[in-house]
């Protein structure tokens, strides 16, 4: 069972549509959208939050994210409100950025805690340039799956590296990504085409090289 999230928003679309991103990201993770009124209006309601962390806890703790000052209220009176407001917790950190961040670091087996240092550390730019610590290997590869490093193959690379002894790093042109945050992976921008290298060093470095490069050449399981 993995931490659950619920996203407070203004906005139901929003909110559903940041779910949605999420989930592409990490499927095994629930998601529950909170936006928007019952009517349909624009606004955050306390019943709904309620409801909401309810269905998104199975039982290893909800963090919940928001849009607007008034959505983080609403998201604390219904934290506050359960019977066990210590299992819920509310993350000060962007809701878009910070529901991926959370999402993966859930999909990965992290913890309450785990996942919600994870959400705030996407309130800071993703650090670009920074080369995997004693880095033993390197490959070179080129993109042939249509979105690049996009949104989910950026989360597949993240993921299948999670549980691996090896730092990975990812290099295009002149930016160097940490292979194990899908934020920082995004910001480098690689599309289909471009050539990364990829380097690794710890004791798991090879395997680390051979699972990258299995992702490259399966386009990360999407349509080239």
Do not use: W
């Not at 209220?73 to 934290?79: C, F, H, P």
């Not at 690794?200 to 349509?223: I, S, W």
């Amino acid at each position: 069972m993995s931490v659950g999230l619920v996203l407070v928003s203004h906005s139901a679309k929003l909110a559903e549509g940041v779910a949605e991103v999420a989930a592409q990201m990490a499927p095994d993770v629930t998601i529950v959208p909170a936006g928007g009124l019952p009517g349909g209006g624009i606004g955050t309601d306390y019943d709904s939050v309620v409801a909401a962390v309810q269905r998104a806890d199975s039982g290893s703790g909800v963090v919940l994210l928001y849009d607007l000052g008034s959505a983080q209220m609403t998201a604390e009176l219904a934290v506050e409100s359960l019977a066990d407001p210590t299992a819920v917790v509310v993350a000060d950190a962007p809701l878009v950025e910070g529901t991926v961040a959370a999402a993966v670091a859930a999909q990965n087996g992290a913890d309450r805690a785990g996942v919600l240092d994870a959400a705030a550390a996407a309130a800071a730019p993703p650090e670009l340039g920074a080369p995997a610590e004693q880095a033993t290997e390197c490959v070179e590869l080129t993109l042939t799956n249509e979105v690049g490093l996009h949104a989910r193959p950026a989360a597949v690379l993240a993921r299948s590296l999670a549980a691996l002894e090896a730092e990975v790093s990812v290099r295009l042109g002149d930016q160097e990504a940490d292979a194990h945050s899908v934020l920082a992976l995004m910001a480098l921008g690689a599309r289909k085409g471009d050539r990364i290298e990829v380097c690794a060093g710890g004791p798991q470095a090879a395997e680390a090289l051979r699972v990258v490069q299995e992702l490259v050449e399966d386009n990360f399981g999407d349509p080239a």
